[in-house]
């Protein structure tokens, strides 16, 4: 945030716009008359923004007169709207008195409108602060799965990302500063995320539909990660942290920095992480039941091979600012290598090289420039400006056995600009105008996806209203999305089913080379250049009432549509990620004669639509609070995979000596083979096609906090979601019901959590999926406050899983393969200054 | 004021929306020619014992500059067909291929740019197997903006561009080393700039970069000084060459050069200078000039890494009569070819596989040498003289001629007629013309692109 300086003011003074300029002048106070010291109070939509001083006081120069909205913020109370006339008198005095809110509250940063736990009508949650300190983690997922509503795709701990409300992938947008993150981590599941976690100053969550702000791939929801790579002021801060871990002899540093002059400000951070394997508490391989498992636990040790993650990340920021704004840009270099355990070529060659060979890793590197600028115009009609730019270039290399297997590259330049206008007859809002192009290619053996390049081009509208206690917040966007493919392949491949009559017991392998004959035909690569054109529309209405002083009540209501990606699309090829064979949209399953091929398909390509309500009801003041949510979602013409009960080659050279036995048989049971490791076709994969039907997904959030005392605090959450085709099944990968406590003691020095999350057994399943067991994690951790040199330090001990519970999610890929660490201690040290 | 226009824009356009009430959504589908025999790439049985490379059985393809103007057309050369047409910046640029001939290469001198076409057609070792690729062709945005690009030599995986530099505007000469990775990648180019400008040469050899050195005027026993009178040894360090040794041998009026597997030659005016790498260091011996040369010097080399033997080629000032020679760089010998051409060479190349060479003239002749062994020594002798035009070559436009690319993947060649607007398909296994493509306009140049059969230059 800007911060106005009383020189800045000064200057301000000076300018032609303030022609009627007033000054207020007041008093932040709490319900027992005592000053709020630090509270941050902003004037709605302009460039005041100012924090109060010891005796909790603030002051306002130069305001316009007229109507206008105060909002002040501060740690452990509850945001306060307040609607002020200023009028033409000199000075006018004001007290204005916060309610303690024992959930934290935090405002988003990158909506033009303003958005917090308690007082939007659609659901939004920040993490930051120490909080974000203590929850991060190697990946975005597991750094977020605290959250009410957020799970983690834990995929090995090395590449999860979040799932909100069930939905994923295409579904959620990762967003840098509001920038799109510009990886491929929303193709693939063993993609990571190009952004961390402990570098970031604040990372907020949109729950629901977020199609308004981000456009089409936020349809199930936007993790924003906040930096201050373009500062936006020149105090001199930063923060230094350094933490080792047990369980995979993690050691991870980081430091930023923000510093500068009146008129520059300049900003660095950097971390350096490095871990090895991590220590389970069982045989990581989950076997199956009625599968031959002898020997397994020994053969095994209890650490999940090919874990191991190396990263780094050096950005480095620059801005000019003046009285009314600053413009500033960043350039970051991230680098990540990580393992990609489960990505071998099926299960059965996984058994014959244990040892002394190099597993698939990832080599990922992205370049990122930002671009960023607010002026405040405070004009008539504007008020204020704001301009995020940004280019970013990514690529990831996938090694395997010292080649190069897949490469994948994203490059992308986007440009936002929002446009916040002045108060227009109660009305506070901006129209955000959005560009973004990038080109995604993949080469290499799991080039599943042809090169693309799409291009979106959108304009939306963000307006609120108080009407009394009611708050009214309303958006519309629209957007131009193309994709362009020059070359989609659609080769002659040799699917197959396993049928039984097919197959003779032990003799599989050889049925097979029969099968797999090169017959004439083959080889024939069909080729289409294929160009989408879509116009996704998104409307939504909401209302926040404060129904009796303390308590509101929200309802959001939205229709939102996504243009589906290209990898939905124009897919054709193993994804060695989800063990499938990969079929977009634009395909389909044909019959000639009894022989299945596939083909173009003839359905129409639309796009997908969510119909989204939500309810909130919350408590937001007082020593006890409490948030409800829930939603009801009816998504129509929904793309998912769906199994085709054909077989295909992974495309991997298997060497595979003549006579190996090719498995358990082959009875034709589609189950396990999506996505799990007990597969018993080697070097084949299933073949599964995108295909659109409609869903309806409904659950509930729900927090609840009691402040007992001033240290003592209790907080219970739970979350639920179900994922259902609207014609009966579900959804794969659903989170399951989760529910958990936790219990935090916070004095001046020390500050104690101990949290018990239990996660129920999820037996809603897809047909290709397993039932997953329920487990109970606990962790702890302890922080202390001690003061070295004259620095701020925190010496702190977090313990996660203490019980060494055998836990597999239920979300992941790699349920089968890879459960959650066991037991680790972790010991870190903070500063600050 | 006018602010209030985009909001009012924006909610006619919303409302029109909100009555519509949803989006669209619309695909469009074209297919092209499929690609056949590419291997589907899945067919790895179980079991079954072959090869994993997934291959693409071709010809390759060709690129053809079109004579006065700016445009690049690119054409199967398994069924003639004309692929792609696209206009190139400049007209009339320098024709040629990349290091691997997956990327054909564009060159405006005086213009100072180098551009690159994809071919659409390559290969990438998997390390388990081959990959073959084949796509539409496309322009590149990879570009090189040296000063005065003039000789571009390939040599096993890299090419090397000498950028003369400008007297003039006081740019320096320079060299840009690039594979054909780096510039499908959009990498960094490899470079070298010296501290004045030349006519130079230089020869990319693994790490080493050999290239020809412009001393001080005063010192420099060129005749012409613009033309270097030493070679320096420079070796590859993060991206840049930098000076290892420079050969003792002098080399005046340095012009021309060319490699085989072990040796480097240089063209002088006192004989043909040939360095070789003797552990770290590079020797140097230079091969003097003999007397069927009459007074004219080596200006042109050629060599290729099957053959044991450098072809030099001499000429006066001004075109005249050319003279081939022999040059053995073990027995440091310079030897006339018993055939030497009675019309004007316009063109010389060795053919993919190093066993033959072949000489074009502007009489629209096709002189293909063989290698004849005898005695244990071998020197090329005339195997077919071959008419490859039926026109009268003095109707041959102004500014243009016969021109000819070999093929990286087979004996062929093909040869561009611009006078009867076709290329010929020419095989050098019977020494026949097999084939032509009709062309509707004259060709100025033609380049061969596609998947090498084997080291090449």
Request: aromatic share 8%.
């Amino acid at each position: 945030m800007y911060k106005v300086t009383k020189v800045a003011l000064l200057v301000g003074a000076l300018l032609p716009t303030s022609l009627f300029a007033q000054s207020i002048e007041g008093v932040v106070i709490n319900k027992n008359g005592k000053a709020v010291a630090g509270a941050n109070v902003l004037v709605e939509g302009t460039i005041f923004n100012t924090v109060t001083d010891n005796e909790g006081r603030f002051v306002f120069d130069d305001l316009k007169a007229g109507p206008t909205e105060l909002h002040i913020s501060a740690a452990g109370f509850a945001h306060l709207h307040q609607d002020i006339e200023v009028t033409d008198q000199q000075t006018q005095q004001m007290t204005l008195t916060l309610s303690r809110s024992p959930i934290e509250v935090i405002d988003v940063v990158a909506t033009p409108i303003h958005m917090s736990v308690m007082e939007s009508a659609s659901p939004v949650s920040v993490l930051a602060g120490e909080r974000l300190r203590r929850q991060q983690s190697s990946s975005l997922g597991d750094s977020l799965e605290k959250i009410v509503g957020v799970h983690t795709s834990f995929h090995a701990k090395v590449a999860s990302t979040p799932i909100i409300r069930g939905l994923s992938g295409p579904r959620v947008k990762i967003a840098q500063n509001g920038l799109d993150v510009s990886d491929v981590s929303r193709v693939g599941p063993d993609h990571s995320v190009a952004s961390e976690a402990s570098t970031a100053q604040q990372i907020e969550v949109l729950r629901g539909p977020a199609t308004l702000f981000y456009g089409s791939g936020a349809i199930g929801g936007v993790v924003n990660i906040v930096d201050g790579r373009v500062p936006t002021d020149s105090t001199t801060r930063g923060e230094w942290l350094v933490e080792t871990n047990s369980v995979d002899d993690q050691r991870l540093g980081s430091f930023n920095l923000t510093t500068g002059t009146d008129s520059f400000a300049f900003y660095a951070d950097g971390y350096v992480r490095e871990s090895n394997d991590y220590e389970v508490p069982v045989a990581p391989e989950l076997e199956e039941e009625g599968h031959d498992g002898e020997g397994h636990d020994d053969a095994h040790s209890k650490v999940v091979e090919n874990s191991a993650e190396e990263s780094s990340g050096l950005t480095l920021g620059a801005s000019y600012l003046f009285d009314k704004g600053y413009v500033g840009i960043s350039v970051e270099q991230f680098d990540r290598k990580y393992g990609i355990p489960g990505h071998s070529h099926g299960e059965e060659e996984a058994h014959e090289h244990e040892e002394g060979e190099e597993g698939v890793f990832a080599d990922l590197e992205q370049t990122r420039i930002q671009l960023q600028g607010e002026y405040n115009v405070q004009g008539e009609w504007i008020s204020k400006i704001q301009i995020r730019g940004g280019y970013s270039d990514y690529e990831h290399v996938e090694v395997e056995e010292g080649q190069n297997g897949t490469i994948f590259e994203n490059q992308t330049e986007e440009l936002r600009l929002d446009t916040v206008h002045s108060q227009l007859r109660g009305w506070n809002g901006a129209v955000s105008l959005h560009y973004k192009s990038s080109a995604v290619a993949a080469q290499g053996e799991e080039a599943f996806t042809p090169p693309s390049d799409s291009q979106t081009l959108a304009l939306a509208i963000m307006e609120e209203k108080h009407f009394g206690n009611v708050l009214l917040q309303l958006g519309a966007r629209v957007e131009r999305v193309s994709l362009t493919a020059e070359n989609v392949l659609l080769p002659k491949i040799d699917a197959h089913g396993h049928d039984e009559d097919e197959h003779d017991e032990g003799e599989a392998g050889h049925q097979h080379e029969d099968e797999h004959g090169h017959e004439e035909g083959e080889g024939i690569t069909r080729v289409f250049r294929a160009d989408h054109e879509f116009t996704p529309v998104s409307v939504s209405a909401g209302v926040v009432w404060d129904f009796i002083p303390g308590y509101n009540l929200g309802l959001s209501i939205s229709r939102s549509e996504r243009a589906p990606s290209a990898s939905e699309l124009l897919s054709f090829g193993p994804h060695i990620g989800t063990r499938t064979f990969e079929v977009g949209a634009l395909f389909a399953l044909h019959e000639e004669g009894d022989e299945p091929y596939i083909g173009l398909t003839e359905e129409v390509i639309d796009l997908e639509t969510a119909n989204n309500i939500d309810l909130t009801f919350r408590k937001t003041q007082g020593d006890f609070g409490f948030v409800f949510n829930a939603f009801y979602n009816q998504v129509d013409n929904y793309y998912y995979q769906s199994f085709t009960g054909l077989f295909a080659e992974d495309g991997h050279d298997h060497g595979h000596e003549e006579g190996e036995d090719d498995g358990h048989g082959h009875e034709g049971d589609s189950e396990d083979s999506h996505s799990e490791e007990g597969d018993s076709h080697a070097g084949e994969l299933p073949v599964f096609i995108f295909q659109t039907d409609d869903v309806i997904l409904h659950g509930f959030e729900a927090q609840i906090a009691w402040q007992a005392t001033d240290e003592f605090k209790a907080t219970v959450f739970s979350d639920f979601v179900r994922a259902r085709l609207k014609d009966g099944g579900s959804l794969p990968r659903t989170p399951p019901l989760r529910f958990g406590t936790e219990l935090s003691y916070e004095n001046a020095h020390l500050s104690a959590h101990l949290g018990v999350t239990r996660f129920q057994q999820q037996d809603r399943i897809a047909p290709e999926e397993t039932v997953t067991q329920g487990y109970t994690l606990v962790d702890i951790s302890v922080s202390y406050d001690v003061s070295v040199l004259d620095q701020d330090m925190s010496v702190y001990l977090k313990g996660s899983n203490l019980t060494n519970t055998e836990a597999r999610v239920h979300t992941s890929f790699l349920k089968n393969v890879a459960p959650r660490p066991g037991r680790s201690i972790a010991l870190g040290v903070r500063g600050y200054f | 004021m006018t602010h209030s226009f985009p909001l009012s824009l924006l909610a006619a356009s919303m409302s029109v929306l909100f009555l519509t009430g949803c989006g669209d959504a619309e695909t469009t589908i074209i297919e092209k020619d499929p690609i056949v025999g590419a291997d589907d790439g899945h067919d790895h049985g179980d079991g079954c014992n072959q090869s994993n490379d997934i291959l693409i059985d071709s010809k390759g393809r060709l690129a053809i500059t079109q004579a006065d103007s700016n445009m690049l057309h690119l054409f199967d050369l398994d069924d003639n067909s004309q692929l792609d047409s696209m206009s190139t910046v400049h007209n009339d640029m320098t024709l040629s291929a990349s290091a691997d001939f997956r990327f054909v290469t564009l060159k405006a001198r005086n213009q100072d740019l180098m551009q690159f076409v994809d071919s659409g057609f390559w290969r990438e070792d998997h390390g388990s197997h081959l990959h073959d690729f084949e796509q539409g062709p496309t322009m590149t945005s990879f570009e090189l903006t040296g000063s005065r690009p003039t000789h571009a030599i390939s040599h096993q995986g890299q090419l090397a561009i000498f950028n003369d530099g400008d007297a003039e505007n006081g740019i320096p000469a320079s060299v840009h080393v690039v594979t054909d990775n780096i510039i499908s990648t959009q990498g960094e180019p490899r470079s070298l700039t010296f501290a004045t400008n030349m006519h130079g040469v230089a020869e990319p050899r693994g790490e080493h970069l050999l290239a020809s050195i412009r001393r001080d005027d005063a010192e420099s026993t060129s005749a012409n000084k613009i033309l270097p009178d030493q070679v320096g040894v420079f070796h590859l360090h993060d991206g840049a060459y930098e000076l290892e040794q420079t050969l003792e041998t002098l080399c005046p009026n340095l012009h021309g050069a060319a490699q085989n597997q072990d040796y480097t030659a240089f063209g002088c005016s006192d004989g043909v200078l040939v360095a070789h790498q003797d552990n770290a260091q590079y020797e140097s011996v230079k091969i003097d000039n003999i007397p069927e040369l009459a007074g004219k010097r080596v200006g042109n080399l050629r060599g290729h890494v099957n053959a044991d033997a450098l072809i030099g080629i001499a000429s006066g000032h001004g075109g005249g009569p050319a003279t081939l020679v022999s040059l053995d760089p073990v027995a440091n010998t310079m030897q006339a070819l018993e055939w030497q051409p009675e019309a004007n060479p316009v063109g010389y190349a060795f053919s993919y596989d190093g066993e033959q060479f072949l000489v074009l003239d502007d009489q629209g002749y096709l002189n293909i040498l063989g290698l004849h062994t005898e005695g244990g020594s071998a020197h090329w002798e005339l195997a077919s003289r071959l008419d490859i035009s039926q026109q009268d070559p003095a109707t041959m436009p102004e500014g243009m001629s016969f021109t000819m690319t070999v093929a990286q993947n087979g004996k062929y060649v093909y040869v561009s007629d611009p006078i009867a607007q076709h290329i010929l398909h020419v095989s050098l296994a019977n020494m026949q013309i097999e084939g032509d493509i009709e062309l509707d306009f004259a060709p100025a140049a033609i380049a061969w692109v596609g998947v090498a059969e084997q080291d090449s230059e």
